[in-house]
Structures are given as C-alpha cells and as structure tokens.
C-alpha cells in the first residue's frame, strides 16, 4: 500500500472518525499520528455520531479515493464508522493488516455510559475484534473547530505506549480529553466507565399539518458523582481520562445468581410426556 | 395507560424489537407476554436489523398509535428500537414506568459478537439504564414466519424467573433459542459470551455506469471452538442459551497493566516550563 524504502517497514495506522471526513477532528487526529507511521484515512462521507455500532445491509457501499498526499492516503465511504472499519479492512488492507487503528478526535465527550451510543468508539470496538490495538480519542468541546494542542500532544504519549506495549486481544482504549488549555490538565489517569444515564428530554413540537413530532435532547445524569476512579471524576479535575474497554458483555457475578433460579433443571417436552 | 380493575395492578410490560411492527417474531413475542400483564408494543416502522445501539438525532420522531386491542397498546416510530424505548419511557410511560422489557423475538442469531451489533440487544439494554428488567429473545432462524412454540414456552418460564427475582441493576438477558422442534429442545443454560468475530467477505460489483459497489456479507468465525461454557456450545448442542449482560464496558483486568506504562506520571506543560 505504501512504498516500503529501504525495506523498512513504518507502522500502518487507519485512521477514523464519526463526524465524517471533513471534520476538524480527523484532521487534527492525521495529524496527532502521522509521526509514527503511514496513514490510510476511511472516514464516512457524512456525519455518523450516535450511530454506535450500526452496520449497513440494506443499500451497498461505495468506497471514494479523496486526495492523497505525502504518507496519508484518504478514502471515504457512504456508511456508518464500523462500515468503514470491515471495508478498509476487506478491500484496502488486503496485504497487511494496520498495525494501530485510531478514531476521532471526536467532538464531544464519550466518557461514561456515552460509550455505548458512540460511533467513534464502535469504530475503535471494530478495530481490536480485528486484534489490531485500537484507540477511540474525544474532547470534550461540541465546537466545529476546537483547540486539539491538548488531544494532539498528550495522544501522542498515549499512542507510544500503545505501539510499544500492545493492548490485551479484545480490549481497545477509550480517550477523553477535558476542554482546557494545555498548561491547565494535569496529566492522564487510568480510570473506569462511570455508572450514569442520559435522560431524555424529547422536544415536542407540531409540524404545520398539525402532526407532533419529537426531538430528541436530553442531559447526563451522573449515578455515582461521589466516586473518585471514574473516568467523570477525572475529567472533571481536569485530567485526562483513559479507559480499557472490552467487547465481552457477560456479566459473570450474575451467571451464579441466575443458575439459582433453577432453569437448567426444566425440560417442557419431558415434562408434558412423563 | 390501563384501567385497574378493583385496583389490582398488573404488571405493565414493554415489547419492542428490530425487525419492524411488522415481523412474526413481535407478534410471537406478544403472545408470549400476555399472559403476565398489560401490554405496550413500540415498535420501528421499518426493519433496523444491525442498528446496534444507534439513535436518531438528524430527523425528527414521529409516534403513530396503530390499533390497539384487548390488554394491548399498539404504536410505531420512524426510528431505531433505541429510539422506540427512549420516546416511550418519555412519552407514555409518563406516570410508571415499565415492569419489564422485552425485544424481540429476533429473526436470527444475537449470541457471541452478534450482540454488539444487535438493535434486539440495544434496545434490552438500553432497558437497563432505566432500570427496568430487561430481556432480548432472539430465535436462530432468518425465516419469516418460523416456528415459535418452544420460544414461547420457554421464554415465559424465563420470563416468570425475572418477574419474581428481578435483574440486578445495569444488566440484562440475552436469550437465543436453537431452531429445533420443542421434543428436541432439551433444556435452558445460563452461559457466556462466546469469542468470535465476523469475517467480512464483501461481495464487490460493478453499477450499469461502471461504478464499484460493496454488499456485506460475512461468516461467523468462533474463537473457542472448545469451550463448553458458551452461548455458542450450548446452542449447539439443544439448549436455550441465556446469557447475563452488562452495560459497563469497563475491563477491569487492564486497568493495571495500563498504569504500569506510567501515563499517570506525566505533564507535558510542567515539563516544558521546568
């Protein structure tokens, strides 16, 4: 995909978002990761955001080269975050697998139970079931064009580490990053998914044919605001916050209690011919 | 919502899915619920198989009451199944909320990875962020009008077990059903998330103007082909599989091999200004 000169091989880093491609973020996120390798962009053509991991079957795909340019080769697709993630991989990555996956930088927060609406972290979700370690990057700052000093200087710390040490296989990082100046974070810490909801405020309104309709907004409500390991805590006191997330949705405590239940000891079609 | 007759309440019970209003699962899933109380269907206009957790927030949200009949409220909303239980807990769960949640029966597999891309699951789980039990059914057969008689008999054992003994907070059931008659059906086993992936394999053509387009399509490819403690091995082998699924994403395991890479001892401003 990309010349390999005097045979040595530069990291290969897809990069991603679900603002689509002509979001400041991605720029900002090619421009955090370009120092450590070559860089293949597959962005969605449009915005994605709250598309989690929503995969296209009903229309087809359609894979767009965009301008080019020195170590970033850039494509866009009509699709959702994860369509761009299993289309790059199929039809792009055909030789050689990325060796990092990186989406974002999102533009807004994707910190405690957000995680589970979010595009951005889908598309980082896709990556590591590909066994490639992947990082989903946020800044807390809705702007069009934010400040990304910040997301760029300490991404790059984090994505070092990332190259150097590898992440466990069905684990990727969630990264969220406070909207402060850079002399005002205080630094990074590990943390975990806060408990909380969004709860929902549709707005009501009328259409001139007098049919309601419904908007949907809504505000987080923070279900543990006294926990100090969270990842709410941490942005909160003006750090930056990063989160290992696993694909894995079992809840192994509650297999023990649901096995008390008794219904591995029920069989109907015994039951009704004994 | 429902008169009380002599003041007994009943049970008030949600039924959503991601194969449209009009799937047979719904309907299967209906006559399933009955029994237990009353019952409110909000159902996706179309089908939004694949839609995982996504929600609407370009369009507008439209309600249409459908017809209703006796001990069961019928509507539909032009949006996702996420959608359909945000707008119904804000719309006309206004003076209680459910006592449960169902989706389902979806026409197809939502064991191992599936369930991260599942609207079935989505909705069961965004369920679970309002507190409220939750279960996803999902029949391993893409048919459109299959046999449900042992999904029914045996969803309403499972369902008896969550109405006396509840669900613990921020959880929720992931229940498939092998397709096989109810005599070869030979019981229930609470499991876990088999590892697996899918494996894309678009298939690629060419549109009368010369243009490339994708369909995915894709195989399941499992991991833990001997383990004996999955959704996937019990399904195999007769059982309905009911795994207990979580909405944090947290992995705990990796939060101290990450703070060995001592991210945590870094300030880039302090740094450059010492």
Known sequence: ?????????????????DDGYKAAGIEALVEMVKPFGNVVVVAPEEGYSGMSHAITIKVPLRLKQRKHSEGVKFYTINGTPVDCVKLAMSQLFTNRLPDLLVSGINH??????????????????????????????????????????ASIEYGRIILKQVLDNGISRGCCLNVNI???????????RVTRQNKGTWREEFEKRTDPRGVDYYWLT??????????????????NNGYISVVP???????????????KWNLENINVYAEKNK
């Open 1 to 17: 995909m990309f010349e390999e000169k005097g045979g040595v091989k530069r990291p290969l880093i897809l990069v991603t978002n």
């Open 108 to 149: 807004g927060s994707n910190s405690s139970i957000s995680i589970i609406y979010s595009g951005t972290m889908a598309a980082a979700i896709e990556g590591c079931l590909y066994n490639i370690p992947s990082i989903g990057f946020s800044l807390l700052d809705y702007d069009e064009n934010p400040d990304f000093e």
């Open 178 to 188: 406070p909207v402060l100046p850079m002399k005002s974070i205080k630094g990074i």
């Open 218 to 235: 809504g505000y987080f409500h923070n279900e543990e605001p006294d926990a100090t390991d969270t990842d709410e805590y941490w942005l």
């Open 245 to 259: 997330v696993q694909v894995d949705l079992t809840n192994y405590s509650e297999i023990d209690k649901i096995k």
